[in-house]
């Protein structure tokens, strides 16, 4: 079992940017894939990023990003900490969305997928004004 708490949501400019934290129960988090959802009022929980783990790759590489937030997220994680971290960057009204990490152990993965993840935070709010 794991649970995971976000938290560094909040209200910004656009333009501006916001480092978005979630923490990870139990001693087993860096055999986990992690991954970073939204959702917006009215719409469908999307995929933002996701990251592997223990050196497992998708053609060559440990991340990657919705083409919405490529360039302009960077997802990274501290496994001494049990923390995955959602760095973002130039910061849009459509980026307003709760948003919400996940943890899964399937592999191979459709790591954009939500079916594919096992376990989820309860939701961090990011809003971003004009």
């Known amino acids: 079992q794991v649970q995971l708490i976000e938290s560094g949501g909040g209200l910004v400019q656009a333009g501006g940017s916001l480092t978005l934290s979630c923490a990870a129960s139990?001693?087993?988090?860096?055999?986990?894939?992690m991954g970073w959802f939204r959702q917006a009022p009215g719409k469908e929980r999307e995929f933002v990023t996701a990251?592997?783990?223990?050196?497992?790759?998708?053609?060559?590489?440990?991340?990657d990003y919705a083409a919405s937030v490529k360039g302009r997220f960077t997802i990274s994680r501290d496994n001494a900490k049990n923390t995955v971290y959602l760095q973002m960057n130039s910061l849009k009204r459509e980026d307003t969305a709760v948003y919400y990490c996940?943890?899964?152990?399937?592999?191979?993965?459709?790591?954009?997928?939500?079916?594919?993840?096992?376990?989820w935070g309860q939701g961090t709010q990011v809003t971003v004004s004009s």
């Open positions: 996940a943890a899964g152990r399937r592999w191979p993965v459709r790591y954009e997928a939500i079916d594919e993840y096992d376990y």
């Open positions: 990251i592997t783990w223990n050196g497992r790759t998708w053609n060559g590489r440990t991340t």
């Open positions: 139990g001693r087993t988090f860096n055999t986990y894939l």
